[in-house]
């Protein structure tokens, strides 16, 4: 267990919806990333946040936005939900040291969405 | 677009067997990552490669990261049924395990007792 949790576990949501995903570091970490997964792939890097600032952006549009608080806690804010938004939607949490070097990333267990 | 081609893409071996399994870019990548996911599970660490060329153990897990920096391999010496689950590589492009990583599709691994 890595210490990273995420919620909720599961959440259907329907086309056009609004959702927020919630995720806890690892006590020390000051670093998060999300990832999506679809089913039978890889993950596939959203965003990172790093001092409650956005600090990396894969291939995701607008819609998919984040935050960090000052304990190091993300949100994960999709809005316009579609079809294809169904996946499950994973955090990692690391520590960057203020020299930049860094550490593991640690993923939580995954937020499964459905969109119907 | 996907940047790593994961092979083979599932496996069904007998339990004690070893495994082989490999990744390969067309780009040159300065960190390579081995993770596990297990079904409803994130994925789990196995072993980091930050060196052309370096060859890393973790018990019964071994993987090399290429001279080129555009592949490596994992082998899992003598399975058994726990060491079932998918296994992704994993890169990132600065010397360090952070920022953006880049998956493979993953290669499913069964183990029959």
């Known amino acids: 267990e890595t210490g990273v949790t995420q919620s909720p576990t599961h959440l259907i949501k329907t086309r056009g919806q609004q959702v927020t995903l919630r995720c806890s570091s690892q006590s020390g970490h000051n670093t998060v990333s999300w990832y999506q997964q679809a089913l039978g792939q890889g993950p596939q890097f959203i965003f990172q946040?790093?001092?409650?600032?956005?600090?990396g952006r894969g291939n995701f549009p607008p819609r998919f936005s984040g935050l960090q608080f000052p304990n190091y806690s993300s949100e994960l804010n999709v809005n316009a939900l579609e079809l294809d938004d169904s996946a499950l939607y994973l955090c990692?949490?690391?520590?960057?040291?203020?020299?930049?070097?860094?550490?593991?990333?640690?993923f939580g267990p995954g937020t499964r969405l459905t969109v119907l | 677009g996907q940047q790593l081609n994961q092979s083979p893409q599932s496996m069904f071996i007998q339990e004690g067997e070893d495994v082989s399994m490999n990744c390969t870019s067309s780009?040159?990548?300065?960190?390579w990552l081995w993770y596990k996911q297990d079904p409803g599970e994130g994925p789990v660490l196995l072993i980091a490669l930050y060196k052309a060329g370096e060859l890393t153990s973790n018990g019964r897990l071994t993987a090399q990261f290429g001279i080129t920096r555009k592949d490596s391999f994992l082998n899992i010496s003598a399975s058994i049924p726990s060491d079932v689950g998918i296994y992704f590589c994993?890169?990132?492009?600065?010397?360090?395990?952070?920022?953006?990583?880049?998956f493979g599709q993953g290669t499913t691994l069964q183990v029959k007792p």
């Open positions: 780009s040159i990548f300065n960190t």
């Open positions: 994993a890169v990132a492009r600065f010397s360090s395990n952070t920022g953006k990583l880049i």
């Open positions: 990692a949490s690391s520590l960057v040291w203020t020299s930049g070097s860094t550490d593991t990333q640690y």
């Open positions: 946040y790093y001092r409650e600032e956005e600090n």
